[in-house]
């Protein structure tokens, strides 16, 4: 066996994702509300027409009224769920992304904590403050107990309770599993970060104008916009990238020893980084549709295969506005739309069309960008980043680069949303201590040129 040393933990999850539990107990209230679904479509129409709009909050929150973020799922939760306003308002009920969920739990109920990346997505933060907004607390009827504290990503969270190595070992047994999880008693957890934000961070985007995208569920293009926010004026998210603790003075002399790592020395001050955003909600889930309510396809490796046998999709194009359509347009009221079938079609074109679907989709949003920056990232030639399970499939990547008349970078490692997430917690625990030693760790796997 091979022995390591575990000396930091960090988490990464997805973003919006809302979970209420009581405090006492540590029960959850319901089910998790996951990112995409669309149970508040209706709370959220009703909520434009009281409030003012789907931009009644953008300034403040840099996000649009939708079913897509936490505040919506919450406040639909407090009406609904039996007794949980009461709880709420008592301080007995605790709301989470999955991040403050797992460390809440990891802890032992000891710290009720969150990031400002999954913060960021609640629709509760003010972007400049880093802090819930009040406004809006009081505009929503959210209870301000029941909200985690804001930390940057990097912090120390807290440490690992002993009771959570009991139990794992108590499951170790159970299974006939191995020993080792009793090496996370007292380990601290120094990293917290949303998913798409640990890709940013694990692609080392960490300079204004560089750019990625996660091919995932869904998928996911952030633009790395400075230590200021850029309002959004074309259906863009206003959000945070990411943000440090900031470190001791001796590692900012080794940042500003370099004039050319000026924006290095803000990130490691502590400064917060923003980003713009487009989301797509339906990228990689096509397939798990095609292959579980069409029965089109047995897995992923199936799809590309039936994909790549034709020489282009003969004019057949698919829209998978399952949950409507997120960025730029923000149309809930969206649907699906597979268009141009003929008799002389197969199911290989359908689905080549559902594998593209992704890479055009995305065209709006990098126009949207550009537009909202005045950032001509083919100008830079500097590569566009990717990463996530579809980015592994040459012809769709290959397209995308031709679409969008960008080089494309695909690294070795595709797992860049964990690799962010471990960059945080090492950086947390001064395992790294600049941001140059973090860029030495990525290495380009295959490069797409339009």
Same mark, same amino acid.
């Given at each position: 066996?091979?022995?390591?040393?575990?000396?930091? /933990?960090?988490?990464?999850?997805?973003?919006?994702?809302?979970?209420?539990?009581?405090?006492?107990?540590?029960?959850?209230?319901?089910?998790?509300?996951?990112?995409?679904?669309?149970?508040?479509?209706?709370?959220?129409?009703?909520?434009?027409?009281?409030?003012?709009?789907?931009?009644?909050?953008?300034?403040?929150?840099?996000?649009?009224?939708?079913?897509?973020?936490?505040?919506?799922?919450?406040?639909?939760?407090?009406?609904?769920?039996?007794?949980?306003?009461?709880?709420?308002?008592?301080?007995?009920?605790?709301?989470?992304?999955?991040?403050?969920?797992?460390?809440?739990?990891?802890?032992?109920?000891?710290?009720?904590?969150?990031?400002?990346?999954?913060?960021?997505?609640?629709?509760?933060?003010?972007?400049?403050?880093?802090?819930?907004?009040?406004?809006?607390?009081?505009?929503?009827?959210?209870?301000?107990?029941?909200?985690?504290?804001?930390?940057?990503?990097?912090?120390?969270?807290?440490?690992?309770?002993?009771?959570?190595?009991?139990?794992?070992?108590?499951?170790?047994?159970?299974?006939?599993?191995?020993?080792?999880?009793?090496?996370?008693?007292?380990?601290?957890?120094?990293?917290?970060?949303?998913?798409?934000?640990?890709?940013?961070?694990?692609?080392?985007?960490?300079?204004?104008?560089?750019?990625? /995208?996660?091919? @995932?569920?869904?998928?996911?293009?952030?633009?790395?916009?400075?230590?200021?926010?850029?309002?959004?004026?074309? @259906?863009?998210?206003?959000?945070?990238?990411?943000?440090?603790?900031?470190? =001791?003075?001796?590692?900012?002399?080794?940042?500003?020893?370099?004039?050319?790592?000026?924006?290095?020395?803000?990130?490691?001050?502590?400064?917060?980084?923003?980003?713009?955003?487009?989301?797509?909600?339906?990228?990689? =889930?096509?397939?798990?549709?095609?292959?579980?309510?069409?029965?089109?396809?047995?897995?992923?490796?199936?799809?590309?295969?039936?994909?790549?046998?034709?020489?282009?999709?003969?004019?057949?194009?698919?829209?998978?506005?399952?949950?409507?359509?997120?960025?730029?347009?923000?149309?809930?009221?969206?649907?699906?739309?597979?268009?141009?079938?003929?008799?002389?079609?197969?199911? =290989?074109?359908?689905?080549?069309?559902?594998?593209?679907?992704?890479?055009?989709?995305?065209?709006?949003?990098?126009?949207?960008?550009?537009?909202?920056?005045?950032?001509?990232?083919?100008?830079?030639?500097?590569?566009?980043?990717?990463?996530?399970?579809? =980015?592994?499939?040459?012809?769709?990547?290959?397209?995308?680069?031709?679409?969008?008349?960008?080089?494309?970078?695909?690294?070795?490692?595709?797992?860049?949303?964990?690799?962010?997430?471990?960059?945080?917690?090492?950086?947390?625990?001064?395992?790294?201590?600049?941001?140059?030693?973090?860029?030495?760790?990525?290495?380009? @796997?295959?490069?797409?040129?339009?």
């Amino acid at each position: 066996t091979i022995e390591v040393e575990v000396v930091s /933990i960090g988490i990464t999850n997805q973003r919006e994702t809302t979970v209420v539990w009581n405090k006492e107990t540590g029960m959850p209230y319901h089910h998790a509300i996951v990112w995409n679904d669309t149970r508040t479509t209706k709370l959220c129409e009703q909520m434009e027409d009281r409030l003012g709009g789907k931009d009644c909050f953008r300034d403040t929150t840099g996000l649009p009224l939708a079913s897509y973020f936490s505040a919506t799922k919450l406040l639909y939760l407090l009406d609904t769920v039996e007794g949980l306003r009461q709880d709420a308002e008592a301080g007995k009920a605790l709301f989470g992304t999955v991040d403050s969920w797992l460390l809440w739990k990891l802890t032992n109920g000891a710290v009720h904590a969150t990031d400002v990346t999954n913060a960021a997505r609640t629709l509760l933060m003010d972007l400049r403050s880093l802090r819930y907004s009040e406004s809006i607390l009081q505009q929503l009827r959210i209870p301000r107990a029941m909200l985690p504290e804001i930390f940057p990503c990097s912090h120390h969270f807290g440490l690992v309770d002993a009771s959570l190595n009991t139990k794992l070992v108590e499951h170790e047994a159970d299974e006939g599993l191995v020993g080792g999880y009793a090496l996370l008693h007292n380990v601290p957890v120094t990293g917290m970060i949303g998913d798409q934000n640990a890709a940013l961070f694990g692609q080392t985007c960490f300079h204004r104008g560089e750019a990625k /995208i996660t091919y @995932g569920t869904g998928a996911f293009l952030l633009l790395n916009t400075g230590p200021q926010p850029v309002p959004s004026r074309h @259906g863009l998210l206003t959000t945070l990238a990411f943000q440090l603790a900031p470190r =001791s003075n001796g590692d900012l002399l080794l940042a500003d020893a370099h004039p050319a790592h000026q924006e290095d020395a803000d990130v490691l001050r502590g400064l917060p980084c923003y980003a713009l955003e487009g989301s797509v909600a339906y990228s990689g =889930s096509v397939v798990q549709w095609l292959r579980d309510n069409l029965q089109l396809v047995e897995s992923a490796q199936h799809a590309e295969a039936l994909a790549d046998a034709l020489p282009d999709n003969g004019g057949v194009y698919f829209v998978p506005a399952f949950a409507g359509l997120y960025a730029p347009f923000w149309r809930e009221d969206a649907r699906a739309n597979i268009v141009g079938l003929t008799a002389f079609h197969t199911r =290989s074109h359908v689905v080549r069309a559902a594998l593209e679907a992704s890479a055009f989709q995305t065209i709006d949003v990098l126009r949207a960008m550009q537009a909202d920056t005045g950032l001509d990232l083919a100008q830079r030639r500097a590569a566009l980043r990717v990463d996530g399970g579809l =980015s592994a499939n040459g012809a769709v990547m290959q397209l995308q680069s031709d679409l969008l008349c960008l080089p494309l970078a695909r690294p070795r490692l595709l797992e860049t949303t964990a690799l962010g997430a471990a960059f945080m917690a090492g950086l947390g625990v001064g395992l790294w201590t600049n941001l140059d030693e973090l860029k030495a760790c990525w290495r380009v @796997g295959k490069e797409y040129k339009p």
